[in-house]
């Protein structure tokens, strides 16, 4: 049997995490890559967008005057609809002013059957619709390949963003 000298073992146990761990790291650092589909004239829509950059997702804005086409193709229900609409580079789906925590979360979960999360309408106080102090309670709901949607998270107060 041949054993590796003791003063060869801290550099070679070095060698193999990193090449172990490198990969992982580079994973975490890894910004989200999104396309956020907005009409010419929404200002919430680039406010959301700025929520997600400064929470370490990177969005490509692309404008479009045909919002509704592109929520049908993509899936979305008209009652679960909200102004703009993000697409992972992935392919999931973010309607809406959906956090950006939520985004990552649902990103590292992957939940089976899903397509992707909805904040419907326009709720005051949901990132990109922050207007002072105003809050109003709403829901992210898990949209599913068959259209339904789910309860994906309650939220009740701005720190639940």
């Known amino acids: 049997m041949t054993t590796t000298p003791r003063s060869a073992r801290k550099p070679l146990l070095a060698l193999t995490l990193s090449l172990l761990l490198t990969p992982l790291a580079a994973s975490l650092t890894q910004a989200t890559e999104m396309t956020v589909f907005k009409s010419p004239t929404c200002g919430c829509c680039t406010d959301w967008v700025k929520h997600l950059e400064k929470n ?79 809050f109003m309670p709403y829901q992210v709901l898990l949209l599913k390949q068959d259209g339904s949607t789910a309860l994906y998270a309650d939220v009740k107060t701005p720190a639940d963003q």
């Open 56 to 134: 370490g997702i990177h969005a490509n804005e692309e404008v479009t005057d045909d919002m509704a086409s592109l929520k049908q193709m993509l899936g979305i229900p008209a009652n679960v609809r909200s102004c703009h609409t993000g697409v992972s580079e992935n392919g999931f789906v973010f309607e809406g002013h959906v956090p950006a925590r939520y985004v990552e979360q649902f990103l590292k979960e992957l939940p089976a059957g899903a397509v992707g999360l909805t904040v419907p309408a326009m709720p005051m106080g949901s990132p990109g619709m922050e207007m002072g102090d105003h």
